[in-house]
């Protein structure tokens, strides 16, 4: 299983950024998806995470401006990032995870796609 994030770029506060993460090797179905990320000299966070049947979670730093969807037909992830701030600088990592109940820790993923840098300035 092999995924690979892209759409990272610069972004200034208060802009918008999508993310999406391709899947390969195995159908997306067969995962639940999630969304980390880690900014300099801090340890990596979770962002988001969406099941099977399309359920999401978030976390309080990103609730309301963010939004995590799947296009199983494609195997792609998308993260859409709104009302960007500084502190969401990082890297942005995605992980599939093959238990379908949501998990919002690094543990319990299996598969994990290099980073996508995303930095927003002010």
């Known amino acids: 299983v092999q995924l690979q994030a892209s759409g990272g770029g610069v972004v200034q506060a208060g802009g918008s950024l999508g993310l999406s993460c391709a899947v390969s090797?195995?159908?997306?179905?067969?995962?639940?998806m999630g969304w980390f990320r880690q900014a300099p000299g801090k340890e990596r966070e979770f962002v988001a995470a969406?099941?099977?049947?399309?359920?999401?979670i978030y976390s309080n730093s990103v609730k309301g401006r963010f939004a995590i969807s799947r296009d199983n037909a494609k195997n792609t992830v998308y993260l859409r990032m709104n009302t960007l701030r500084p502190e969401d600088t990082a890297g942005y990592y995605c992980?599939?995870?093959?238990?379908?109940?949501?998990?919002?820790?690094?543990?319990?993923?299996?598969?994990w796609g290099k980073g996508t840098q995303v930095t927003v300035s002010s």
């Open positions: 969406i099941n099977r049947n399309g359920g999401s």
């Open positions: 090797g195995r159908t997306l179905r067969s995962f639940t």
């Open positions: 992980a599939a995870d093959e238990d379908p109940a949501i998990a919002t820790i690094e543990p319990e993923y299996e598969y």
